[in-house]
């Protein structure tokens, strides 16, 4: 059974928002430090944000102030709201725990696609 689901990605104009959610299953959630990361066609993975068990977040620089990680240890979900969107934020968006560790939640899922574009 897929552990990892990702929803929200869609098409929106350069300036836009979106906010992704990360739904978990089949371990416990609350222990873990959750990531999102982002995969651009041509490029390499990398991480966006991420969220400690008790809430402390981080950014990558290029998201800082723009991008917003958050979660629901009761609904086991991660949230990313994504403000003042970018071209150049067009990717697929995955989440894992951080670091990644399939022993965690298994293999990635199959992440939900940003596309901004005018």
């Known amino acids: 059974q897929v552990q990892l689901v990702e929803s929200g990605g869609g098409l929106v104009q350069p300036g836009g928002s979106l906010r992704l959610s990360c739904a978990a299953s089949?371990?416990?959630?609350?222990?873990?430090?959750m990531g999102w990361y982002r995969q651009a066609p041509g490029k390499q993975r990398e991480s966006v944000a991420n969220?400690?068990?008790?809430?402390?977040?981080n950014y990558a620089d290029s998201v800082k102030g723009r991008f917003a990680i958050s979660r629901d240890n009761r609904k086991n979900t991660l949230y990313l709201q994504m403000n003042s969107l970018k071209p150049e934020d067009t990717a697929v968006y995955y989440c894992?725990?951080?670091?990644?560790?399939?022993?965690?939640?298994?293999?990635w899922g199959q992440g939900t696609q940003v596309t901004v574009s005018s």
């Open positions: 089949g371990s416990i959630f609350s222990i873990y430090a």
């Open positions: 969220i400690t068990s008790n809430g402390r977040t």
């Open positions: 894992n725990t951080a670091p990644p560790d399939p022993g965690n939640f298994g293999s």
